[in-house]
């Protein structure tokens, strides 16, 4: 009967330590969503150039300026305030840059026409 038992918890500790394994390989860290919040596209208004730039350093360029929703400064031509974070359209998945002063039903994608305010 000793063996019988030995074995079972042999057995059960293998099953649990397969299953924390395959857990941490698929589970541990940050969700896949937020892999999408790392990176974010803005367009400069003034040259139209469009580039990528982490999450964080766009937060430390609008605090360092004490505004959160402040228009970034352009690496592309050097202007200081021009550039906007872009939208990324829920249903073809391209990033645009609403109209200025946007209000609701007025941020349409333009390249699916998808309208995030007609839900």
Known sequence: MDGRLGTGLAV??????????????????????ADGYQALQAQCRACGGQFSLSAEAAAAERAAAGDPRKNLNCPLCGKKDTAETMTLCERCGKHYLPAEKASAGQRKCPNCGFDPDAR
């Open 12 to 33: 059960a500790g293998a099953l649990v330590a397969v299953g924390l394994m395959v857990y941490t390989a698929f589970f541990s860290g940050r969700p896949a969503a």
